[in-house]
T-cell receptor, first 114, second 116 residues
Framework: LAKTTQPISMDSYEGQEVNITCSHN???????ITWYQQFPSQGPRFIIQ???TKVTNEVASLFIPADRKSSTLSLPRVSLSDTAVYYC???????????????FGAGTRLAVHP | GAVVSQHPSRVICKSGTSVKIECRSL??????MFWYRQFPKQSLMLMAT?????????EQGVEKDKFLINHASLTLSTLTVTSAHPEDSSFYIC????????????FGPGTRLTVL
């Protein structure tokens, strides 16, 4: 059973803002929400992580409503190099050491056009 | 900070041979590391959780005798694909969690394994 649901694909144009929404209805109290970006034949790259409200870094913003059942990754002014697969993840069952393992969903394939 | 490396980046081997893939956390200690496999156009599939100094925990359906994992130090975990077959050809990716931090996993660049 997938813990997160995202659109399979999205299209955008250079310079536009892109918002990718992820649903995680069964998120647990201690789960963080993490977004990764993956280019072909590369490992996922950490973008942003949050627990509630809004988080912003030099790359993106993450909006989390009060019920935490969804989150939205916002990429400002995308460029062609932002074409990638974006994964939204929440922690899964706890493994030894107290950390949560991550179960990847299908992700969102973002295509940025000139 | 939080750089994870993998070696080799790509490897081609004959069917029946064994291949070892290394995952290193370069600038931090990682008590816990994870190994994933990714087939073309598919998402990452978690194979196992590797903890320093103890046995790895394998996900359901992953053969522990075929995919040997050793996490001998706080900066190194290895995955050995034993008696590799063409169906084992895939992109293998590791990740590491900085000891004492939150759950953020930092991923290596991946290793492309091709079994002939």
């Amino acid at each position: 059973l997938a813990k997160t649901t995202q659109p399979i694909s999205m299209d955008s144009y250079e310079g536009q803002e892109v918002n990718i929404t992820c649903s995680h209805n069964n998120i647990a109290t201690n789960d963080y929400i993490t977004w990764y970006q993956q280019f072909p034949s590369q490992g996922p790259r950490f973008i942003i992580q949050g627990y509630k409200t809004k988080v912003t870094n030099e790359v993106a913003s993450l909006f989390i409503p009060a019920d935490r059942k969804s989150s939205t990754l916002s990429l400002p002014r995308v460029s062609l190099s932002d074409t990638a697969v974006y994964y939204c993840l929440v922690g899964d069952e706890e493994v030894s050491g107290g950390y949560n393992k991550l179960i990847f969903g299908a992700g969102t394939r973002l295509a940025v056009h000139p | 900070g939080a750089v994870v490396s993998q070696h080799p980046s790509r490897v081609i081997c004959k069917s029946g041979t064994s291949v070892k893939i290394e995952c290193r956390s370069l600038d931090f200690q990682a008590t816990t590391m994870f190994w994933y496999r990714q087939f073309p156009k598919q998402s990452l599939m978690l194979m196992a959780t590797s903890n320093e100094g103890s046995k790895a925990t394998y996900e359901q359906g992953v053969e522990k005798d075929k995919f040997l994992i050793n996490h001998a130090s706080l900066t190194l975990s290895t995955l050995t694909v034993t008696s590799a077959h063409p169906e084992d050809s895939s992109f293998y990716i590791c990740s590491a969690i900085r000891t004492g931090s939150t759950d953020t996993q930092y991923f290596g660049p991946g290793t492309r394994l091709t079994v002939l």
